[in-house]
Structure formats: C-alpha cells, structure tokens
C-alpha cells in the first residue's frame, strides 16, 4: 500500500530553522514529481516547494531564499530545508508524490501533515 509519511515539524523562534523529511513507500518515488504545500488556520493549501524527477526545482516566491527541496532517491524520502523561519510559515506542512502513468494518467498520494510553528 502506497505510504507517503512526514516528518521533522515543531516550533521553532524566528530566525530559526527545521528540515522535514517525507518518507516514501510502495512509489516509484525515483521516476515521479514531488512537492511541499502547506495550510495554514482559515487559509487554502498552498505551494510551498516542488521537484521534477530530473531534480529540478520550483518554489513560491515566499520562501525562495530561504527553504530548499531536495530528495534522495536512494532513500525514497523528500526533504524540506527550511531556514529564517517567520511566523507567517506557521502552518501544517503536507509532502505529494504525483505518479504518472504512461497513459498519461497520474495519481497524487498525500501525506497527513506535519505541524511547524514559529512564535517567540
């Protein structure tokens, strides 16, 4: 069964920094697109960080500077650096694996979030 799990969130000060892991299972994580959104209180889910297969990135222009994605394909797993945390990136953190068939159909698998909190 396809497992897509996060993990590393907490609270942290301002200024402060957390790296969150997603642990990928059962997808073939390697040859897929994945990505970072994140949802905070009364807002909609939003794009934090995404990455080709190939290793190419995107980011919202919110965070560019500060977070990076990367992913290890050794591992199955998905990272989230995130640095010079601010209070407005307070929110839960969800990792998508988006699996695409050569039908051209593609199936998203979601994780069930991660919470990061930044408040002095």
């Known amino acids: 069964q396809e497992q897509v799990v996060e993990s590393g969130g907490g609270e942290v000060q301002p200024g402060g920094s957390l790296r969150l892991s997603c642990q990928v299972s059962?997808?073939?994580?390697?040859?897929?697109?994945a990505g970072w959104f994140r949802q905070a209180p009364g807002r909609q889910r939003e794009k934090v960080a995404l990455?080709?297969?190939?290793?190419?990135?995107d980011y919202a222009d919110s965070v560019k500077g500060r977070f990076t994605i990367s992913r290890d394909n050794i591992k199955d797993t998905l990272y989230l650096e995130m640095s010079s945390l601010k209070p407005e990136d307070t929110a839960v953190y969800y990792c998508?694996?988006?699996?695409?068939?050569?039908?051209?159909?593609?199936?998203?698998?979601w994780g069930q979030g991660t919470q990061v909190t930044v408040a002095s």
């Open positions: 990455i080709t297969s190939t290793g190419s990135t």
């Open positions: 059962a997808i073939l994580f390697s040859s897929n697109d």
């Open positions: 998508k694996v988006t699996e695409t068939y050569t039908n051209g159909e593609a199936l998203e698998f």
